[in-house]
């Protein structure tokens, strides 16, 4: 993203205003707490991915709400493989 200055997938407040200067509307440092805590719901301090997805869907898209809460969920449940891949032998394969 062009505004996620560390690369970590989130907007703080230096992106926000970077951004919102690149936009021709510049906010002062209280308004953009406010639109962050908006956005997060006060429970941080940056905007994740997740979050502005969210909030570009509004209240009308529950479906594709959903949608997102169902992936989410099954990208957490399933893990991740560690290690080298199993040696196979030509007996194994299809």
Same mark, same amino acid.
């Given at each position: 993203? @062009? ?12 992106? =926000? +205003? !970077?951004?919102? @200067?690149?936009?021709?509307? $510049? ?14 719901? &006060?429970? /941080?301090?940056?905007? /994740?991915? !997740? ?5 570009? =869907?509004?209240? !009308?898209?529950?479906?594709? +709400?959903?949608?997102?809460?169902? @992936? &989410? ?7 991740? $493989?560690? &290690?080298?891949?199993? @040696? !196979? ?6």
């Amino acid at each position: 993203m @062009e505004f996620d200055l560390n690369n970590e997938g989130e907007i703080d407040l230096m992106s =926000l +205003k !970077r951004m919102m @200067e690149k936009l021709g509307v $510049p906010k002062t440092h209280l308004e953009m707490k406010k639109m962050i805590s908006e956005v997060t719901g &006060g429970v /941080s301090d940056t905007i /994740s991915y !997740r979050d502005f997805v969210n909030m570009m =869907l509004g209240k !009308r898209s529950a479906v594709l +709400k959903l949608v997102m809460m169902f @992936e &989410g969920k099954a990208n957490e449940t399933s893990p991740k $493989p560690v &290690g080298p891949p199993p @040696e !196979r032998d030509i007996a194994s394969l299809p």
